[in-house]
């Protein structure tokens, strides 16, 4: 990864975003998912992607991004079945909390509707309701290395793997 990086059209990620994302990769690697070696286009969510696969899965299910921005990172986690796993996300360090509990990503245009949003996530943490849009959710704005244990511990959790060994559902140390 870093001699990816370290190319001239990465030129305006910064050294702990690329630190970041060389990390996250590995770490990736080492549970069983891979972005296929290509950085492609980040089309309207940033310069360049990375997006996150499973190769041994016949579907192109994303598990997730990184997005390369001119003046930050951004990664995405994409989850489904929340309630499952409110009890780690409420004792979850405050990062990853807030991508769960905060204004980020809330629902503005089917909030509270009865119709069915097959772009809404609704879930309970706390034992308080969220309405977040599927389009913009679970993202952590300037990730880095100091909390990648975090994410790691909460992909785990969600997508447990035999690689994971005795990491799957247990939070990593984080601060």
């Not at 549970?31 to 969510?45: K, N, R, V």
């Amino acid at each position: 990864m870093k001699p990816v990086l370290s190319e001239k059209r990465f030129d305006y990620v910064s050294k702990a975003d690329k630190e970041f994302v060389d990390a996250f990769n590995r770490e990736m690697n080492a549970l069983g998912y891979t972005f296929g070696d290509e950085i492609g286009s980040g089309y309207c969510w940033g310069r360049h992607m990375l997006i996150y696969r499973n190769p041994s899965l016949k579907s192109q299910k994303v598990f997730a991004r990184i997005y390369l921005r001119d003046k930050s990172t951004v990664l995405r986690m994409f989850f489904n079945n929340v309630d499952k796993h409110s009890a780690y996300i409420e004792t979850a360090p405050a990062f990853i909390n807030e991508a769960f509990t905060g204004s980020f990503g809330k629902c503005g245009y089917c909030a509270g509707r009865e119709d069915k949003c097959m772009f809404r996530k609704s879930y309970t943490i706390g034992g308080k309701p969220y309405e977040k849009c599927s389009g913009c959710t679970f993202e952590f704005a300037k990730p880095s290395v100091k909390r990648l244990d975090g994410y790691i511990g909460l992909f785990t959790t969600f997508y447990p793997n035999r690689r994971a060994g005795k990491r799957a559902g247990k939070p990593r140390s984080a601060k």
